[in-house]
């Protein structure tokens, strides 16, 4: 192989170091699953795979075309198809860089692990050219957006021993607080609210830990122990996310709670648990991973988690808006500033004022209120405690926008039971209703009924409707128009910036807008 050879080899092999920066920016979105990466691709990577495999084209023709170029002609055949590979190079992380990206790829030290793997390797496969020629180059090319797949499987027994070396450590500070009191926290929705809400009425009595945002993982909470847990801390709270069975389980031996509760069971994650019933089986293996002198709650959803409280045999809570439980609210007023509601338990009740929009939250309220007493909170510590919450950031969060329009952020929402109470909420303000969503996700082969009804939910709330990401809210669409809703109100965009720039001509003092769930960028449609 000559020197110019190598030289396309060597470029060959950089386009593909840099397209490792988009790919890798996915499968971190991707949460580092391969499967979820590789559903990703085969559902938005049609452009970036033709991309890729035109690249590979081009390569072996400038390959084949310099060593024959004698003429005139073959000189500047072989100068322009370089040129257009160069430019191909160039273009690439400009063609498919995420606009407006949420989340920008984050250098952790996993991903710079990955990238010097796949640097490595890369070098490697062009050494192995100088012998095998082109075709090996192009088919590494040609199938570059699966580089940083390879990669991770290569890292994959490090990053085995850097989690235990950390997730150990996590284990051993925890092991040397006994004293500390521990909470699981976990359900298919309401697990970050209820954490936020039981972290600010805990507050009144005890100094509590509370992870930020929504820190539901392995690696998640060990960072919080490992980095912001001290000796002055009284109460841990642990919210405890799943995708898998299993997943609840491996955080509960890490935690090893005291006091478990599960929030909810709803059609969430379905496409990674197949079912409702092993999204059940998920969430209680918290309360299973409780000791025999611990402590459960459950709210009288009578189906799962009612199914749930029956079959526990620790001490256990039950708690509801409405029926049956060891403690209730009544006289529930939800408005467009907040909630009242009166609390009544067995030794007694109070009325208690709150800041948090939804009946919903006057539920998850009513769990952490069961804690609170267990916990040996007064009635006037956990009223005032009530008073004190806060709207957690993208659940439901009213923000007063400019020009008199009134946003309510419920960006963080994406399951039906949100999105329904959703637009409860929006129906209590005065108005022209302004709804602004790409649907939900991750529900399996539910997925399409679910974004249906979602739309003739719509229809009874709003007034103004945009839909971000044409292909993913083709469901929605659809319920909206058997809801009867006046179509010509309905807008089909790309993206959340161009909902922005469209709506912006049409907003005047009074209305109020909904930003309903907001997609990760790998879902972007742009």
């Known amino acids: 192989m000559n020197l110019l050879s190598l030289g396309l080899t060597l470029l060959a092999a950089a386009f593909c170091y840099i397209a490792l920066f988009h790919f890798c920016h996915m499968f971190q979105q991707a949460g580092y699953k391969p499967r979820e990466y590789m559903k990703w691709l085969a559902e938005f990577g049609g452009a970036r795979i033709a991309y890729m495999v035109g690249m590979a084209v081009l390569y072996v023709a400038v390959s084949a075309l310099w060593p024959a170029a004698h003429t005139a002609w073959s000189w500047v055949a072989a100068s322009v198809l370089t040129v257009l590979f160069l430019a191909g190079c160039v273009c690439f992380p400009f063609k498919f860089r995420v606009k407006n990206a949420k989340l920008p790829l984050k250098y952790t ?12 390797l890369l070098l490697a496969l062009a050494a192995l050219c100088t012998f095998c020629g082109a075709p090996l180059m192009s088919i590494v090319v040609a199938g570059g957006c699966l580089l940083v797949l390879v990669a991770n499987a290569l890292n994959a027994p490090i990053e085995h021993l850097v989690k235990r070396h950390y997730q150990k450590d996590a284990m051993r500070r925890l092991a040397a607080r006994p004293d500390l009191i521990r909470i699981g926290i976990t359900g298919s929705y309401g697990k970050t609210s209820t954490k936020f809400i039981l972290g600010t009425i805990l507050g009144e009595k005890y100094r509590v830990l509370v992870p930020p945002s929504s820190y539901n993982t392995p690696m998640g909470l060990t960072r919080v122990i490992r980095e912001q847990l001290t000796d002055a801390h009284e109460v841990f709270l642990a919210e405890m996310g799943a995708k898998h069975v299993g997943d609840i389980a ?11 509760i599960v929030t909810s069971v709803g059609p969430q994650h379905l496409e990674t648990f197949g079912s409702i019933e092993a999204v059940a089986k998920t969430k209680y293996e918290l309360i299973e991973g409780l000791p025999a002198d611990g402590c459960a ?16 045999t620790c001490k256990k809570y039950l708690y509801t808006l409405e029926g049956e439980g060891d403690i209730r609210a009544e006289e529930v007023c939800v408005s467009s500033a907040g909630s009242t509601f009166r609390v009544v338990y067995p030794d007694g009740e109070f009325s208690a004022t709150t800041q948090l929009l ?8 009513l769990g ?10 007064s009635a006037e510590e956990i009223r005032r405690g009530i008073a004190k919450i806060q709207p957690v950031e993208h659940r439901l969060q009213l923000i007063q926008g400019a020009g008199g329009v009134t946003v309510i952020d419920d960006a963080f929402n994406s399951n039906p039971a949100g999105a329904k109470a959703a637009m409860d909420v929006l129906a209590a303000f005065p108005g022209r209703h302004f709804v602004v969503t790409p649907g939900m996700i991750e529900l399996g082969a539910r997925e399409e009924e679910e974004n249906r009804r979602f739309g003739e939910e719509i229809a009874s709330a709003a007034d103004i409707v945009y839909l971000v990401g044409p292909k993913h809210t083709r469901p929605i669409y659809e319920g909206l128009r058997a809801a009867g809703f006046a179509m010509e109100r309905v807008f089909v965009v790309k993206s959340l910036s161009e909902a922005s720039a469209q709506m912006g001509a049409q ?4 209305d109020v807008v909904l930003f309903e769930n907001d997609l990760p960028d790998n879902y972007n449609e742009e």
């Open 109 to 120: 030290w996993r991903v710079r692990r990955l990238f010097g793997t796949a640097a490595v």
């Open 368 to 377: 952490c209120v069961a804690i609170a007493l267990e916990l040996g909170l």
């Open 358 to 365: 939804g009946r919903h939250n006057v539920q998850n309220i």
């Open 297 to 312: 709650f459950f709210p009288n959803d009578g189906a799962y988690t009612k199914a749930m409280y029956d079959k526990t």
């Open 507 to 510: 907003l005047k003092p009074g």
């Open 250 to 260: 491996e955080l509960v031996e890490m935690v090893h709670p005291t006091m478990g």
